[in-house]
């Protein structure tokens, strides 16, 4: 079965700390997309990555950093010198091809790490 | 610019009283999706469509019908809402799924109370 983990619930930070927000997922394919969403106070959900299972390079854009290790099934996300900005609840998210059964394009989505960065 | 827009943006409402939320896209996706997020649940796939004409269940569809008449418009409908569908609504769409899956653009969401 297709599950997301993102055990840290909630994490508080001081302004310009680095955090990682972990996320560790279950498939049972060996081919699998996962994505990374934030959503902010005002409750929009804004795409920031994804990432398919044949490409375990890692990314990094500006502040933000992910590393993709399928050894431990996990697809960790790094803010470094966080901002007040960057509070928000940050969702990572898996999506398999469909002929498993499941529906074509679901996000199966983790439940979300409520990040607070505190000035 | 390219978005999704849904309408209304909140609404309140009674049980049984039909309603329809409006999805919008202009970017020429052909995959259109919607999710409810409920606290201690998240964010789970009610119904989708690959394509005009061509829509199917998602996780938790009961009690949710859609349509897919146009390519860039596709509304939920709730035929008689009951206070269980209560909830936060989002409309995505994303290029053509097939074999990969593309990230998918969601709209700023529809806050539903059903009393």
């Known amino acids: 079965a297709q599950k997301v983990t993102q055990a840290q619930t909630e994490i508080s930070v001081v302004e310009k700390e680095d955090v990682t927000l972990d996320c560790v997922y279950e498939t049972r394919d060996t081919t699998y997309y996962l994505f990374w969403y934030k959503q902010p106070p005002s409750g929009e959900l804004v795409f920031l990555i994804r990432?398919?299972?044949?490409?375990?390079q890692n990314e990094i854009s500006g502040r933000y950093s992910w590393n993709f290790q399928k050894s431990t099934s996990s697809f960790n996300f790094t803010i470094t010198a966080s901002q007040v900005v960057d509070s928000a609840v940050y969702f990572c998210?898996?999506?398999?091809?469909?002929?498993?059964?499941?529906?074509?394009?679901?996000?199966?989505f983790g439940k979300g790490t409520k990040l607070s960065v505190k000035p | 610019e390219a978005q999704v827009t849904q309408n209304p943006r909140y609404l309140i409402t009674v049980t049984g009283k039909k309603l329809t939320v409006t999805c919008s896209q202009n970017m020429n996706h052909e995959y259109m999706s919607w999710y409810r997020q409920d606290p201690g649940l998240g964010l789970r796939q009610i119904y989708y469509s690959m394509n005009v004409e061509v829509t199917d269940k998602g996780d938790v569809p009961e009690g949710y019908k859609v349509s897919r008449k146009e390519k860039r418009n596709f509304p939920l409908i709730l035929e008689s809402p009951s206070p269980n569908q209560t909830s936060l609504y989002f409309c995505a769409s994303s290029l053509t799924s097939g074999e990969a899956s593309y990230e998918q653009y969601f709209g700023p969401g529809t806050r539903l109370t059903v009393t």
């Open positions: 998210a898996l999506s398999e091809p469909p002929y498993y059964g499941g529906s074509q394009g679901n996000l199966i």
């Open positions: 990432r398919n299972s044949f490409d375990e």
